[in-house]
């Protein structure tokens, strides 16, 4: 049962957004792709916190090697099936690409900017025990950017985009809607937590403080078009987190 209500923590709330969109004559909702991106996420946070060590709330999140891969391969067979199966899928909508929007570069630089600031507040979300080795800064540099950025940033958009559009060729006109949904759940998937014996907790700060970073991290890949920069941000994030 905590399972079922953890799941509908982490996606009604974006689900509410969507038909809000619909009530004010902003979007046609196909229920099918918004269940459909509700239950992946249901997938890839259950798996998320089913592989976590046993004791992973004394362990810093760089031992939580095995959950971070789980929740990845969650958004890489998503991907392997619907890239290119659509115009919101192509591989340049998904921001599977290098290349930056012209004219994004500065604004992209700003949000690496105050991701670092934010990062510096006391109460961010992370456990810092003391020391830090070379492979504890390898993985907060690699794993945790490209696991949710890919899922919030690429996957969860493209299919909550679908959700809001009449026809799966307009679709990519809804891409910003997907990006603030895809936020919402960031939000909702860190603040309703799974605590060993099942059960949830609620951390308002952590709403607040994930809701940000995942608003400028959201900003960021639909200004320039392209995963990169909310990547490096995100990773920056964690870093900076672990370590100050």
Same mark, same amino acid.
């Given at each position: 049962?905590?399972?079922?209500?953890?799941?509908?923590?982490?996606?009604?709330?974006?689900?509410?957004?969507?038909?809000?969109?619909?009530?004010?004559?902003?979007?046609?909702?196909?229920?099918?792709?918004?269940?459909?991106? %509700?239950?992946?996420?249901? =997938?890839? *946070? !259950?798996?998320?916190? +089913?592989?976590?060590? &046993?004791?992973?709330?004394?362990?810093? #999140?760089?031992?939580?090697?095995?959950?971070?891969?789980?929740?990845?391969?969650?958004?890489?067979?998503?991907?392997?099936?619907?890239?290119?199966?659509?115009?919101?899928?192509?591989?340049?909508?998904?921001?599977?690409?290098?290349?930056?929007?012209?004219?994004?570069?500065?604004?992209?630089?700003?949000?690496?900017?105050?991701?670092?600031?934010?990062?510096?507040?006391?109460?961010?979300?992370?456990?810092?025990?003391?020391?830090?080795?070379?492979?504890?800064? %390898?993985?907060?540099?690699? =794993?945790? *950017? !490209?696991?949710?950025? +890919?899922?919030?940033? &690429?996957?969860?958009?493209?299919?909550? #985009?679908?959700?809001?559009?009449?026809?799966?060729?307009?679709?990519?006109?809804?891409?910003?809607?997907?990006?603030?949904?895809?936020?919402?759940?960031?939000?909702?998937?860190?603040?309703?937590?799974?605590?060993?014996?099942?059960?949830?907790?609620?951390?308002?700060?952590?709403?607040?403080?994930?809701?940000?970073?995942?608003?400028?991290?959201?900003?960021?890949?639909?200004?320039?078009?392209?995963?990169?920069?909310?990547?490096?941000?995100?990773?920056?994030?964690?870093?900076?987190?672990?370590?100050?």
């Amino acid at each position: 049962m905590n399972f079922a209500l953890a799941v509908a923590a982490w996606t009604v709330p974006a689900l509410l957004l969507a038909v809000a969109l619909s009530a004010a004559g902003k979007a046609t909702l196909r229920w099918r792709w918004l269940l459909v991106g %509700a239950g992946l996420y249901a =997938v890839y *946070g !259950l798996l998320s916190y +089913l592989t976590l060590p &046993a004791a992973y709330l004394d362990m810093p #999140a760089e031992q939580r090697w095995l959950s971070r891969l789980s929740a990845l391969a969650v958004s890489l067979v998503a991907i392997g099936k619907w890239v290119n199966s659509g115009p919101v899928f192509e591989r340049e909508a998904l921001g599977l690409t290098l290349r930056q929007a012209p004219g994004s570069l500065p604004a992209s630089i700003l949000g690496l900017g105050v991701l670092v600031a934010i990062s510096a507040l006391p109460g961010g979300i992370g456990w810092n025990p003391a020391g830090i080795d070379a492979g504890a800064v %390898a993985y907060h540099l690699t =794993v945790p *950017g !490209l696991e949710e950025e +890919l899922m919030y940033r &690429a996957v969860l958009p493209a299919i909550f #985009a679908l959700g809001l559009s009449a026809q799966m060729e307009n679709a990519r006109k809804y891409l910003g809607w997907g990006l603030a949904m895809g936020v919402i759940a960031m939000a909702c998937g860190h603040a309703f937590a799974l605590r060993p014996g099942g059960l949830i907790s609620f951390d308002a700060f952590s709403l607040f403080y994930v809701g940000l970073i995942g608003a400028i991290l959201a900003d960021m890949r639909y200004r320039s078009g392209s995963l990169l920069f909310p990547i490096i941000g995100h990773n920056l994030v964690g870093l900076l987190v672990r370590i100050l």
